[in-house]
């Protein structure tokens, strides 16, 4: 089963703008994580965000999340054509080392 | 610094064949997982491996069964293959137990099974 849910399924962009891909989840969790996979090819881990901490930054990956909502949001500045890729957020319930449940996943195109 | 590595990367089968897809952790590492994707789909949990045991199972057949070798690597065995099985198989990696483990995971290139 699904745990998370990416939002928007498929997203468009130009070089140089912003991408907002967003993931609810409906269980309690220990951390949330988003993983980037390139066509067919295996997951690599972005970012980590514990649940108790609203937002983390990496080099132009910010991540926020709202526990509350059961929502988090990965945003990607300036985008380039390399980040073309799909980005899937990832739970683990309640302990870390638990099984991540993954969502479907957002399509991101940037085109230069 | 070798990372996970599977085998084969790709394979096709006829239904009701078994298959062995192969995984090999990161150095260091000692907990394998293994996911199954179908097309355009999210990773999904089939198992996980700490010392030779399954330690956690998702909603899978019991035509899936695992393995882990004492040098912690792992097979993913699948029996009476069915056409819903092609999808790319995916190991990860990882240290449970290490001191401040969070969570992340290492994941393979993966295998790609395509059932006839």
């Known amino acids: 089963s699904q745990q998370g849910e990416e939002d928007p399924q498929a997203l468009s962009i130009q070089e140089g703008e912003n991408a907002t891909m967003n993931c609810s989840y409906k269980t309690s969790i220990n951390n949330l994580q988003w993983y980037r996979q390139n066509s067919g090819r295996g997951l690599v881990h972005l970012i980590l965000i514990r649940s108790n901490e609203r937002e983390k930054h990496s080099g132009r990956l910010r991540v926020t999340l709202d526990t509350s909502k059961k929502s988090s949001s990965l945003l990607i500045t300036a985008s380039r054509a390399a980040d073309t890729a799909s980005y899937f957020c990832a739970t683990d319930g309640n302990q870390a080392g638990t099984a991540l449940i993954f969502g479907k996943g957002t399509t991101l195109s940037v085109s230069s | 610094d070798a990372g996970v590595t599977q085998s084969p990367t790709h394979l096709i089968k006829t239904r009701g064949q078994q298959v062995t897809l192969r995984c090999s952790p990161k150095?260091?590492?000692?907990?394998v997982s293994w996911y199954q994707q179908a097309l355009g789909q999210g990773p999904q949990f089939i198992f996980q491996?700490?010392?030779?045991?399954?330690?956690q199972r998702g909603n899978f057949p019991d035509r899936f069964s695992g393995h882990q070798f004492p040098n912690y690597s792992s097979e993913l065995n699948v029996n009476a293959l069915l056409l819903g099985d092609s999808a790319l198989y995916l190991c990860?990696?990882?240290?449970?137990?290490?001191?401040?483990?969070?969570?992340?995971?290492?994941f393979g290139e993966g295998s790609r099974l395509t059932v006839l």
């Open positions: 990860a990696s990882s240290s449970l137990f290490v001191a401040g483990y969070t969570g992340e995971l290492f």
């Open positions: 150095s260091g590492h000692d907990t």
């Open positions: 491996y700490y010392e030779e045991e399954e330690r």
